[in-house]
């Protein structure tokens, strides 16, 4: 409802006539124009002019007086415009006419100007317009007087005129679409009256729309004189449905017994497409929404039409949504992936709509972790390739293991730091990784830095590994325990220096990140990606600790239906007729989980070359020069990134064999024996790039002191759970203690008796 609306007096002013009295009305008013133009032509070359003058100049300065007379209260409003109106014919007219007299002899002008006044006046109907006069219809008048064709919102306020004859009238008539009947509208009483009460058969008849889709609701801020009509046909009544799931929010999902009971329905908000529910759990009790079991509640056969967030304490919004809300998703664009001042870029598109944002580091934490898991086809490639895209434009040196030997993201290639291909490589990438990480600390702290600052002077190192979990599973028992090494110790001490590293695996199964259960806590701290996996539910995909209290969420279907999937079972639709799920994603950030979908991307010939040109052709983000020293001292391979001469490694033995120069010769130039350790290269490449690594996680670095007695101690009695073994050591944060047992298995001293329960190595 527009604010005109609101203020027009409720007392109908208009006259409703029948539409030839309104065609005689202009044609007499446009008759009256050719002659009075006819006589401002003729008049001035007649002798006696004195009449004229006195004629022409009477009729403007009495016009101006009555316009004057009329026009002296300012409350008039829209009457002060009429009455203007009224008066142009006889003001213009006047004007024209003393033009032509003034002027001596005869000139071609004197009947052009005349004949334009006509035309104009004739065009404009002043008079007529003025008088506010509206066709009064009926169904066999519109059919008989062709002479004017009426627009939708007027054949449905003379609609309604015609069938109520109250005196109320229907204004500000919205239609929704232009091809549906369906429609809004205000209906405004006469003033010092109410809305009479119709039935819903009355506003049906109205219309000649069905019964019960016609509905009156009152309007926000107005008495009783103004209500508001809604009309829905053949479209869906969003605030009816609305109050139709408060209705079953109150008796299939907060009843005793049902999916969340006790939960309350605070408030709800309708949307086109969307409604959201506001719900509460009672106080003292945390909040607890089943995903499946209010699908079923709503009768919701596709999961991602139901989008849950909680607040980890009591509150939750639930949006239920008409269609999968990311059916469709833009293109990427330049500016989407250029890093902001807090070191966001933007990747996707959430389900309400808002943008997708992920930090590429954080400017009070430093370098971030993080961990995206999804089987093929989910979407991970093009989620890394946006990412790494963006950390190009960006400024950000981006090193990319790529353990499939560079099928998984052969976009990249070329286009980062170092693009590691294979096993061997990508160990050796975290070794020069690992060497730089060291080179960093040591500048630190003879600098007396606590923190990275971006830029200063070093640039952002984000470490990329894609299938890692083909490394920490991998049968070489030495490459098992570096890997496991040299991504635990950056994970937890590359923060600070500026060097990030992001997983990419099939799922958060320990089985999938060998056994690494520190691996997969520490990665959980960052940005996390849950996509697609091949888990029939993610409740054991290791979510404790970043999602929200009270949060669940049924694994991604692999293809979605516009009418859900068991319509497309009943009607016998192929699998291939639905839409596939690529790209959607849970993103945990800050405690909170939000669904979204990565920008889409087409894959042609095997790539995206959408992404490849958000890429750029600038080249890319490299190190320091004294990074690129320390980082050749930790793997000599760094000098010889490019050639990929280890892509067809499977293991350090085969490397050690295969290796150009794996046994000195005369022309292999010795080390430097004055080198401070931030440069010269190693004879050979693998002339100890392992050499400072202490093999296995019992040498870790980051080991609480005396966790491991404890955990001994506690198990001496009996195996015990890991929740138990938490509990039992408050002073501990969980992930140590998972960590600790992950210790003592390497140390042969404890076993697992199966998932989750520990027991000593030798009951």
């Known amino acids: 409802m527009s604010t005109i609306d609101q203020a027009a007096p409720a007392v109908d002013t208009t006259k409703r006539v029948p539409g030839h009295v309104i065609y005689r009305r202009v044609l007499a008013e446009r008759t009256s124009y050719a002659l009075a133009a006819a006589g401002m032509a003729v008049g001035p070359q007649l002798d006696d002019s004195a009449w004229s003058y006195l004629a022409s100049g009477g009729i403007g300065l009495g016009t101006l007086a009555w316009l004057y007379a009329k026009t002296k209260d300012p409350d008039q409003g829209l009457g002060m415009l009429t009455r203007a109106q009224r008066a142009i014919p006889f003001l213009t007219a006047a004007g024209t006419y003393m033009a032509n007299l003034i002027t001596p002899g005869f000139n071609w002008w004197e009947v052009v100007a005349p004949a334009a006044w006509a035309s104009l006046m004739g065009w404009m109907a002043p008079l007529t317009r003025s008088a506010g006069l509206v066709l009064e219809l009926s169904e066999q008048q519109a059919q008989a007087d062709p002479t004017r064709e009426l627009t939708y919102t007027e054949f449905l306020a003379a609609k309604w005129q015609q069938a109520t004859g109250d005196g109320t009238r229907l204004v500000s008539i919205t239609p929704y679409r232009a091809d549906r009947p369906d429609f809004e509208a205000v209906v405004v009483a006469q003033a010092g009256k109410a809305v009479p009460t119709f039935t819903e058969v009355q506003l049906a008849a109205a219309f000649d729309f069905p019964v019960g889709t016609v509905k009156i609701r009152p309007v926000q801020g107005s008495g009783p004189g103004r209500m508001r009509l809604v009309a829905r046909p053949t479209s869906e009544d969003v605030e009816a449905v609305a109050e139709g799931i408060r209705g079953l929010w109150e008796t299939a999902v907060a009843a005793p017994g049902k999916a969340a009971p006790g939960v309350d329905l605070l408030d709800y908000r309708a949307e086109p497409h969307r409604i959201v529910l506001l719900v509460a759990s009672p106080p003292g009790k945390e909040i607890h929404l089943p995903h499946t079991a209010i699908c079923s509640a709503f009768g919701i056969d596709d999961p991602s039409r139901l989008v849950i967030e909680t607040d980890g304490i009591r509150q939750g919004v639930v949006s239920i949504y008409k269609t999968n809300p990311l059916m469709k998703v833009r293109k990427a664009t330049v500016e989407d992936l250029t890093m902001d001042s807090k070191g966001?870029?933007?990747?996707?598109?959430?389900?309400?709509?808002?943008?997708?944002?992920?930090?590429?580091?954080?400017?009070?934490?430093?370098?971030?972790?993080?961990?995206?898991?999804?089987?093929?086809?989910?979407?991970?490639?093009?989620?890394?390739?946006?990412?790494?895209?963006?950390?190009?434009?960006?400024?950000?040196?981006?090193?990319?293991?790529?353990?499939?030997?560079?099928?998984?993201?052969?976009?990249?290639?070329?286009?980062?730091?170092?693009?590691?291909?294979?096993?061997?490589?990508?160990?050796?990438?975290?070794?020069?990784?690992?060497?730089?990480?060291?080179?960093?600390?040591?500048?630190?702290?003879?600098?007396?830095?606590?923190?990275?600052?971006?830029?200063?002077?070093?640039?952002?190192?984000?470490?990329?590994?894609?299938?890692?979990?083909?490394?920490?599973?991998?049968?070489?028992?030495?490459?098992?325990?570096?890997?496991?090494?040299?991504?635990?110790?950056?994970?937890?001490?590359?923060?600070?220096?500026?060097?990030?590293?992001?997983?990419?695996?099939?799922?958060?199964?320990?089985?999938?990140l060998g056994d690494e259960d520190a691996i997969r806590q520490q990665g959980k701290v960052g940005a996390l990606f849950l996509m697609r996996t091949a888990s029939s539910s993610t409740k054991e995909m290791g979510l404790d600790g970043i999602a929200p209290a009270g949060f669940q969420m049924e694994n991604i279907p692999a293809r979605i239906y516009e009418n859900g999937q068991i319509e497309a079972l009943f009607s016998g639709a192929d699998d291939e007729d639905g839409e596939s799920t690529a790209g959607m994603a849970y993103m945990f950030l800050d405690g909170r989980a939000k669904f979204m979908r990565t920008f889409f991307a087409e894959k042609v010939d095997g790539v995206y070359p959408d992404l490849i040109a958000l890429y750029g052709d600038e080249p890319a983000n490299g190190l320091t020069e004294g990074e690129a020293r320390a980082a050749q001292a930790g793997a000599a391979i760094y000098g010889v990134r490019h050639t990929n001469p280890y892509a067809d490694c499977d293991t350090l033995a085969q490397a050690f064999s295969d290796a150009p120069g794996s046994k000195p010769t005369a022309d292999t130039p010795a080390p430097d024996d004055d080198s401070d350790g931030d440069g010269g290269e190693s004879p050979v490449p693998f002339a100890g790039p392992f050499g400072d690594i202490p093999f296995g996680l019992s040498n870790d670095p980051g080991e609480e002191p005396g966790l491991q007695d404890q955990i001994l101690d506690l198990?001496?009695?009996?195996?015990?759970?890991?929740?138990?073994?938490?509990?039992?050591?408050?002073?501990?944060?969980?992930?140590?203690?998972?960590?600790?047992?992950?210790?003592?298995?390497?140390?042969?001293?404890?076993?697992?008796?199966?998932r989750g329960v520990w027991q000593l190595a030798d009951s």
């Open 715 to 754: 198990l001496a009695d009996g195996p015990m759970h890991l929740k138990d073994l938490r509990e039992a050591l408050p002073g501990f944060q969980p992930s140590s203690v998972s960590n600790a047992c992950s210790q003592l298995k390497a140390k042969g001293l404890a076993k697992t008796v199966k």
């Open 344 to 512: 966001r870029v933007t990747i996707g598109v959430c389900h309400d709509g808002k943008p997708a944002r992920m930090r590429l580091w954080d400017p009070s934490q430093g370098a971030l972790r993080g961990i995206t898991a999804g089987v093929t086809g989910a979407g991970k490639s093009v989620l890394q390739n946006l990412i790494l895209a963006a950390e190009k434009r960006s400024g950000v040196v981006s090193w990319v293991g790529d353990v499939q030997g560079g099928m998984s993201l052969p976009e990249a290639e070329g286009r980062v730091d170092w693009f590691a291909k294979g096993p061997v490589e990508t160990l050796l990438m975290l070794t020069a990784a690992h060497a730089v990480m060291k080179y960093r600390e040591r500048i630190s702290n003879e600098m007396g830095r606590g923190d990275f600052a971006l830029g200063r002077p070093w640039p952002l190192i984000n470490i990329t590994l894609d299938e890692i979990n083909r490394l920490l599973s991998h049968p070489d028992e030495a490459m098992r325990k570096a890997t496991a090494y040299l991504i635990a110790d950056i994970q937890k001490t590359g923060r600070k220096v500026g060097i990030g590293i992001r997983l990419a695996v099939q799922s958060l199964h320990l089985k999938d």
